[in-house]
């Protein structure tokens, strides 16, 4: 058989954005799609194809990527991050890919950061501290469209870029 001759497929592996759940084969959420709820892929694959079907998160999808052909040979434990639409972490640890609780494990995206660094009175110039009374979730500050906004908003101000 040559290379341009037609191989059985022998599975499916999908990774999907947001929070799945791996055993029954569903993508549960995404905010970032309309009406990415509950949406049952695995099995609408499977029917499809005649073939097993493994769902696993886009970003723990490339964490084993990186672990099987990428940066991540070689090493028993590293983190990988995903700055997206969304923000994720993935931790392996001795090879393996941590789900977690729920299968939420890296779903960093949601945890509150300061909005910007201030200056407050009484402080030498130069040392910043963070405005903690204003919270906003991770993605809502470093992703990339988080981060367009804002280069927008300035340049739509008359700010220059540098």
């Given at each position: ?78 983190v990988c991050l995903g700055i997206r639409t969304g923000i994720a972490a993935v931790l392996v640890v001795q090879r393996d890919v941590l ?64």
């Amino acid at each position: 058989m040559t290379d341009l001759q037609a191989r059985p497929v022998l599975g499916i592996g999908v990774g999907v954005p947001g929070v799945i759940d791996p055993k029954r084969q569903i993508a549960l959420h995404y905010p970032h799609i309309q009406g990415w709820e509950n949406i049952p892929l695995g099995q609408r694959l499977a029917k499809r194809f005649k073939v097993d079907v493994f769902l696993e998160n886009n970003i723990r999808s490339m964490a084993l990527a990186e672990l099987w052909f990428g940066q991540g040979r070689g090493l028993d434990s590293f983190v990988c991050l995903g700055i997206r639409t969304g923000i994720a972490a993935v931790l392996v640890v001795q090879r393996d890919v941590l789900h977690g609780r729920n299968n939420l494990s890296g779903e960093i995206g949601y945890c509150l950061c300061p909005v910007a660094p201030v200056q407050r009175s009484g402080e030498r110039a130069g040392q910043i501290a963070w405005a903690c009374d204003q919270l906003r979730p991770l993605e809502e500050t470093a992703s990339v469209p988080a981060i367009l906004k804002t280069v927008g908003a300035a340049l739509k101000s008359g700010r220059q870029s540098a």
